[in-house]
């Protein structure tokens, strides 16, 4: 018996955006966003999706989602392309697929009470008679940690945190299987991020929910993810499961990435300081050959030329670096250190 497709498999994905100039208004250039991601997600599982500002992983979030249409690529849930869906097409996977935005100030409608935002999609979706709604939307409040009373106060009246919790119940008000969280924290004190990544953690437990959790903080990446990948300039450089991710990062960028933020229950050699040189190039203009290559230690004149695959270099976890073509060179020693 063949084993089932995995809930969502994004396969080879491209997002670029064309920069208009001129006074015609002529395409002079692309932005390379996104620039051929691949990954899969399975039932209950949380994939975290890492790296800096620009390299594009927020995109992802939202391509997959087709809130914006892919350039190339296929997405397919459980199985189904969806890439090319009409609006339509997608009425029942925007059901299935949901998205916590990263801030809870600007994802709310001011002019909407806390009941009517959680409500809407249940509206658009024509889902139970308005009493039903109203019960759902009361239950909802309380699984995130709201009073029900609360559904008709207005967004300005709740703290940064009980908003994120509204964002929450918004999301699930559709029963979905997959939620894409963009940085959906990042916003947050450090003590409320603990209690929103404590709850989408007890309600992944609870719905059998599967998350992809956009993120730049590695220390929240590893508290609520099974599987890591880390993006650099578009492209995922690294992906597997987290022990292997923080023990044994393969990716000279990754090793940068947690030098910079020590977790103290990894190793010293995975906490040991690789500072990296320089900015993070321009994704209008990105380097040939491995794109990480105007930065990294370990640069040969190969990697100007040749784009490393993205490879299983050991079981399960996949890196695009020429060091390991011949197998994994374990460890990476930074030749500074
Ligand atoms: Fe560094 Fe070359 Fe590996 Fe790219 S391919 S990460 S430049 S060693």
């Not at 947050?188 to 730049?216: C, G, P, R, T």
Request: net charge neutral; proline share 8%.
């Amino acid at each position: 018996m063949s084993n089932p497709p995995p809930l969502l498999e994004v396969t080879d994905l491209k997002k670029h955006f064309p920069i208009h100039a001129g006074v015609f208004s002529r395409v002079s250039g692309q932005v390379h966003a996104v620039d051929g991601v691949s990954f899969r997600i399975g039932p209950g599982e949380t994939l975290g999706l890492v790296g800096e500002s620009g390299c594009g992983k927020s995109t992802v979030g939202r391509t997959l989602l087709k809130l914006l249409e892919p350039t190339s690529g296929t997405i397919r849930v459980a199985g189904k392309d969806i890439t090319h869906l009409d609006a339509a097409g997608m009425l029942p996977y925007r059901q299935r697929m949901q998205m916590i935005y990263q801030d809870p100030y600007a994802s709310l409608n001011p002019r909407m009470s806390a009941g009517e935002i959680v409500a809407e999609s249940l509206v658009i979706h024509q889902v139970g008679t308005a009493a039903e709604r109203r019960e759902r939307v009361a239950a909802l409040f309380e699984r995130v940690g709201l009073r029900p009373e609360a559904m008709h106060a207005y967004p300005h009246e709740f703290s940064g945190g009980q908003r994120q919790r509204i964002g929450i119940a918004r999301a699930l008000a559709l029963n979905p299987d997959l939620i894409v969280g963009d940085e959906p924290v990042s916003a947050l004190d450090v003590s409320i991020q603990a209690q929103i990544i404590n709850l989408l953690m007890d309600l992944q437990d609870e719905l059998k929910l599967s998350y992809l959790f956009v993120a730049h903080d590695l220390a929240v990446v590893e508290h609520i993810s099974h599987r890591v990948a880390v993006m650099y300039l578009g492209r995922i450089v690294e992906m597997t499961d987290k022990v292997s991710l923080f023990e044994m990062p393969l990716h000279p960028y990754t090793e940068a990435l947690l030098s910079a933020v020590p977790i103290p229950k990894y190793s010293a050699r995975a906490r040991r300081r690789v500072i990296l040189k320089g900015d993070v190039p321009s994704p209008i203009n990105p380097p040939t050959g491995c794109h990480f290559h105007t930065r990294c230690p370990y640069a040969t004149p190969r990697c100007r030329q040749d784009v490393p695959a993205l490879r299983e270099v050991t079981p399960g976890h996949w890196a695009s670096c020429h060091l390991h073509d011949s197998g994994p060179m374990l460890p990476l020693r930074s030749p500074a250190a």
